[in-house]
């Protein structure tokens, strides 16, 4: 296909690489607080985004219209910038037909006023189980897109994304002792397409916990065996290990594994990959915000490093293709390496047998927020619902734990992988960019780590 005129005009003008990004899209938010409805808000967006690659530098301008008189407008804007002469590192592709679109569930929107009756009816639901729950708050988040993207390597994509989410966040307090219970459904379908159950079933899921951690025991300290359960999700991964997996933070050196491809990186038991392609997972798409198709990507197998998370430009650094996971929020930013799917995948391990070899730690059914440093993997997590482990079994709730080490060792000293798999998702932020994501673990154990606590653990 030949190349957009305006885009081919760019490359005349000096630039290396062309790119023009249009978007339409639009988003629902019902937001619940205090028993009140704070917002019911609906709106439609549309725009485009035209980047331009000369010598190491990248020009990026947008405006709210469409079509080719903007876009005309916009490389107006960018080509006296463009210096001639200086030729980046040619940008490789592939030329591949274009994937089908995952399949979704209904596409029917949602209407405002029924989502409102819904959250109200579960808030007063959740508020009549216990005396001793101060706050709820529910959210609803639906975002549809529909993307085209088209370069001046003369290729055309075109993708259509639903992504939508139901958080529940429920406080319990009792005297001076406050615990919070957190729990989201959500994935590539419409709010309305869920069970009608849904929001309800996570908002008492919420509470149970926070009520639960209300009576649990002072956490105990110290170094111990943890066992991180699949319903967990894959924070850990995500955190702490999938940040630094991103080319651009490796390329920079903001990464602990800078300079790793190849190398042994983690326990032969791991095995962790990127997939855009799950179907139903909330960070899918058919191709990725710079046209090029989206692809299952194994990044560490059985412990071995293999590659990162490449968008054009990273993968361009090192002579190599896009592996599709150069993701934006909007038509408004530049694309950067992002995770979308990430997933450490099933062991053969039952995870009631890993549980039993534990005489003593810690087990983790939820995780909560921390701070991860990319440049040495160092990593500090809240646990909302954790249990002590006596016995190889499950002795009592504990509250006011955290997990404290380092990524590389955590994944180094894996040592039992469980044959299961459970989702977390959410919105991933990074250079103030936020896009949808999913991860996932299967039950793990780490034969020690730094649990922080107000207990010994003796």
Same mark, same amino acid.
């Given at each position: 296909?030949?190349?957009?005129?305006?885009?081919?005009?760019?490359?005349?003008?000096?630039?290396? =690489?062309?790119?023009?990004?249009?978007?339409?899209?639009?988003?629902?938010?019902?937001?619940?607080?205090?028993?009140?409805?704070?917002?019911?808000?609906?709106?439609?967006?549309?725009?485009?985004?035209?980047?331009?690659?000369? #010598?190491?530098?990248?020009?990026?301008?947008?405006?709210?219209?469409? #079509?080719?008189?903007?876009?005309?407008?916009?490389?107006?804007?960018?080509?006296?910038?463009?210096?001639?002469?200086?030729?980046?590192?040619?940008?490789?592709?592939?030329?591949?037909?274009?994937?089908?679109?995952?399949?979704?569930?209904?596409?029917?929107?949602?209407?405002?006023?029924?989502?409102?009756?819904?959250?109200?009816?579960?808030?007063?639901?959740?508020?009549?189980?216990?005396?001793?729950?101060?706050?709820?708050?529910?959210?609803?988040?639906?975002?549809?897109?529909?993307?085209?993207?088209?370069?001046?390597?003369?290729?055309?994509?075109?993708?259509?994304?639903?992504?939508?989410?139901?958080?529940?966040?429920?406080?319990?307090?009792?005297?001076?002792?406050?615990?919070?219970?957190?729990?989201?459904?959500?994935?590539?379908?419409?709010?309305?397409? =869920?069970?009608?159950?849904?929001?309800?079933?996570?908002?008492?899921?919420?509470?149970?916990?926070?009520?639960?951690?209300?009576?649990?025991?002072?956490?105990?300290?110290?170094?111990?065996?943890?066992?991180?359960?699949?319903?967990?999700?894959?924070?850990?991964?995500?955190?702490?290990?999938?940040?630094?997996?991103?080319?651009?933070?490796?390329?920079?050196?903001?990464?602990?594994?800078?300079?790793?491809? #190849?190398?042994?990186?983690?326990?032969?038991?791991?095995?962790?990959?990127?997939?855009?392609?799950?179907?139903?997972?909330?960070?899918?798409?058919?191709?990725?915000?710079?046209?090029?198709?989206?692809?299952?990507?194994?990044?560490?197998?059985?412990?071995?490093?293999?590659?990162?998370?490449?968008?054009?430009?990273?993968?361009?650094?090192?002579?190599?293709?896009?592996?599709?996971?150069?993701?934006?929020?909007?038509?408004?930013?530049?694309?950067?390496?992002?995770?979308?799917?990430?997933?450490?995948?099933?062991?053969?391990?039952?995870?009631?047998?890993?549980?039993?070899?534990?005489?003593?730690?810690?087990?983790?059914?939820?995780?909560?927020?921390?701070?991860?440093?990319?440049?040495?993997?160092? =990593?500090?997590?809240?646990?909302?619902?954790?249990?002590?482990?006596?016995?190889?079994?499950?002795?009592?709730?504990?509250?006011?734990?955290?997990?404290?080490?380092?990524?590389?060792?955590?994944?180094?000293?894996?040592?039992?992988?469980?044959?299961?798999?459970?989702?977390?998702?959410?919105?991933?932020?990074?250079? #103030?960019?936020?896009?949808?994501?999913?991860?996932?673990?299967?039950?793990?154990?780490?034969?020690?780590?730094?649990?922080?606590?107000?207990?010994?653990?003796?």
């Amino acid at each position: 296909m030949a190349a957009d005129p305006t885009l081919t005009r760019l490359v005349r003008r000096g630039a290396d =690489f062309a790119e023009l990004y249009e978007e339409r899209s639009s988003a629902l938010l019902v937001h619940l607080e205090d028993g009140r409805v704070e917002k019911v808000l609906q709106g439609d967006e549309a725009g485009q985004g035209l980047r331009v690659l000369a #010598g190491e530098q990248t020009y990026y301008t947008y405006s709210q219209r469409l #079509g080719p008189a903007a876009a005309r407008a916009l490389a107006d804007e960018l080509a006296p910038v463009l210096a001639a002469g200086s030729r980046a590192r040619k940008l490789r592709h592939r030329r591949a037909g274009m994937p089908p679109p995952p399949p979704r569930r209904s596409a029917l929107a949602p209407v405002p006023a029924e989502i409102a009756g819904l959250v109200r009816r579960v808030d007063r639901l959740v508020r009549t189980i216990d005396p001793r729950i101060r706050q709820v708050v529910l959210v609803g988040r639906e975002r549809r897109q529909q993307v085209r993207i088209a370069n001046s390597l003369g290729e055309e994509a075109r993708d259509r994304r639903l992504a939508s989410i139901w958080m529940a966040q429920v406080v319990a307090a009792d005297g001076s002792t406050i615990q919070t219970g957190y729990e989201t459904e959500g994935g590539a379908a419409a709010l309305g397409a =869920f069970p009608p159950d849904t929001l309800e079933r996570i908002a008492l899921a919420a509470a149970r916990r926070a009520l639960q951690m209300l009576a649990a025991r002072p956490a105990p300290g110290g170094r111990m065996p943890v066992v991180l359960a699949a319903e967990a999700g894959g924070t850990m991964i995500h955190e702490a290990v999938g940040h630094g997996l991103e080319a651009d933070l490796a390329q920079e050196g903001f990464s602990v594994y800078t300079g790793r491809l #190849g190398k042994r990186i983690a326990s032969p038991l791991v095995s962790v990959v990127d997939d855009p392609t799950h179907c139903a997972a909330r960070g899918s798409y058919a191709v990725d915000d710079e046209g090029v198709p989206a692809e299952r990507t194994l990044l560490v197998e059985r412990g071995v490093l293999r590659t990162y998370l490449y968008d054009r430009l990273s993968a361009a650094k090192e002579g190599r293709a896009s592996n599709g996971h150069g993701r934006r929020q909007s038509y408004r930013q530049r694309p950067i390496p992002r995770m979308s799917n990430t997933m450490i995948l099933p062991g053969r391990d039952d995870p009631a047998r890993i549980l039993a070899e534990v005489t003593g730690g810690l087990l983790v059914k939820k995780m909560g927020g921390g701070q991860v440093n990319t440049v040495n993997g160092e =990593f500090v997590f809240e646990v909302t619902e954790g249990y002590r482990i006596e016995g190889g079994e499950i002795a009592y709730p504990v509250r006011g734990a955290t997990l404290i080490g380092s990524g590389p060792e955590v994944l180094r000293t894996i040592d039992r992988v469980g044959n299961d798999l459970g989702f977390a998702l959410g919105t991933c932020g990074k250079d #103030g960019q936020g896009v949808p994501v999913s991860d996932a673990q299967p039950t793990l154990r780490i034969p020690e780590l730094t649990v922080g606590g107000t207990e010994s653990a003796g």
